[in-house]
């Protein structure tokens, strides 16, 4: 699921920056200050097809970025606050050490040491 939102997210992305570089900008400085003459959506009406894509990719963008913190959130929530708190699930002892040999002891003469010879 994360690998998918990720996909989408870098796609979306991508095609935004695009989008945005592809379309004309207003002529000089006037537009930032009001000097436009135009209503708010042009004289061309709501936009055209270079603008509808754009703003379903910034919607898209937005729709990714927050599933990706809903994710997150979920996984945090499922996780323990503290190392502390986390229950082990090893269950198992360690191996009692093996009986150290006295010494001076060695093998006796009769055992077969299993080496063949």
Known sequence: MNTLVLTVHVIACVSL????????????????????????????????FLSKLTVTMAVLFFVTSLSFTFIDAQKKSSEP???????????AKPAAPAPA??????????QDDGSGQ
């Open 17 to 48: 920056v695009i989008l945005v570089l592809l379309q004309s900008g207003h002529e000089g400085m006037g537009v930032i200050f009001g000097g436009s003459s135009s209503t708010l959506f042009g004289s061309s009406g709501a936009g055209g």
């Open 101 to 110: 040999q006295q010494p001076g002891e060695s093998e006796k003469p009769g």
């Open 81 to 91: 606050a503290s190392i502390m708190l986390e229950k082990s699930d090893t269950g």
